[in-house]
């Protein structure tokens, strides 16, 4: 994947501003050194819970595991790696809504470090640009990419769209299951969450509005 980091740290800032960015603290640690740490805790895990590290199934556990939270988890978490956008001029003049819809995406709850998963849908207006398509969907996966909570992903897609295209006419639905709720505490197999952002045109306009809820909530028929 491409990535821009320069436009990554103007995201960064602007979230800020917005008040809308990660608790993310200072951190000198290159990504080999999270690796080791995590990896060094995740041993004494492994063993405080009684688990036999000699077991050729769970002997590699604790490096498979840091992995997976420094490269794929996490990796959400350093704006070197934001993705590279690209953005063209409107041409085409088109000022209707574009909406790319069920971008699939997986998190990690910030509360309990568990999974939560679902589909987002978002939608813009052209202010004189639009953008690539498939990089709608690399800033979701971007901002899921890091421990979170549902509300927060939902405003860092939004505002980062908003700093990246110009304009406010932006809408972010958002609908997930978490793993918090189905396999732990309540124990809930049914329930999911819900949650929107909507500026400008899409907060203003009614009929806007109605059109893009009733888009977002239809499923594709793929089957044409």
């Not at 990554?8 to 640690?29: A, C």
């Not at 939560?116 to 498939?134: D, E, H, R, T």
């Not at 958002?174 to 396999?183: N, R």
Request: with cysteine.
């Amino acid at each position: 994947m491409k990535t821009d980091k320069k436009l990554g740290k103007e995201v960064q800032e602007y979230l800020i501003k917005k008040g809308v960015e990660t608790p993310i603290g200072e951190s000198k640690l290159n990504e080999s050194e999270r690796i080791e740490l995590i990896e060094d805790n995740r041993e004494t895990i492994i063993d405080v819970l009684g688990l036999d590290r000699e077991d050729d199934s769970i002997g590699g556990t604790a490096n498979r595991v840091a992995k997976m939270y420094v490269s794929e988890l996490c990796f959400g978490l350093s704006y070197s790696r934001f993705p590279k956008i690209s953005v063209f001029d409107n041409k085409m003049n088109y000022d209707s809504m574009v909406i790319q819809k069920d971008i699939t995406f997986h998190s990690l709850c910030e509360h309990h470090f568990v999974n939560f998963n679902g589909m987002a849908q978002v939608a813009y207006i052209p202010n004189g640009k639009v953008i690539g398509l498939s990089k709608l969907n690399r800033i979701v996966n971007f901002f899921a990419r890091r421990p979170q909570v549902q509300e927060r992903l939902n405003e860092q897609i939004y505002y980062a769209l908003e700093y990246v295209l110009g304009t406010s006419d932006i809408a972010v639905l958002i609908q997930a299951e978490h793993l918090c709720v189905k396999s732990r505490g309540i124990g809930d197999q049914n329930s999911g969450m819900t949650t929107s952002k909507l500026g400008g045109a899409f907060f203003e306009d009614g009929r806007l509005r109605n059109e893009f809820m009733q888009l977002a909530v239809t499923r594709w028929n793929l089957n044409m």
